[in-house]
């Protein structure tokens, strides 16, 4: 089985920065993509940010120019750097991780249990 495990989320206030991580553990043979999605109360999940494994990153418009996904392959880890936040950022953020558990195996795609992002003077 393969767990990811988020931290770094926070109370904070507009125009503030936070940077979350996601550790994936368990059994892992390679991760392909990783991302970060958010949801908001009464909203659905929605991408934020996408990594591939060689680093080719993608965005929702409306964080573009602020956050910064990046990861450590030798840590199976995934981080979002977010500055300049707004209170429309609060959301529960998930880390999520298309992991082949054997080579033998296609891709899974596992969800971290989410960290809460509260923008907020």
């Known amino acids: 089985q393969v767990q990811l495990v988020e931290s770094g989320g926070d109370l904070v206030q507009p125009g503030g920065s936070l940077r979350l991580s996601c550790a994936a553990s368990g059994s892992i043979f390679d991760i392909n993509a990783m991302g970060w999605y958010r949801q908001a109360p009464w909203k659905q999940r929605e991408l934020v940010a996408r990594i591939t494994s060689d680093g080719n990153t993608a965005y929702t418009d409306r964080v573009k120019g602020r956050f910064t996904i990046s990861r450590d392959n030798a840590k199976n880890s995934v981080y979002l750097q977010m500055n300049s936040l707004k209170p429309e950022d609060t959301a529960v953020y998930y880390c999520?991780?298309?992991?082949?558990?054997?080579?033998?195996?296609?891709?899974?795609?596992?969800w971290g249990q989410g960290t809460q992002v509260t923008v907020s003077s």
């Open positions: 999520n991780a298309d992991v082949r558990p054997d080579w033998r195996e296609r891709y899974y795609s596992f």
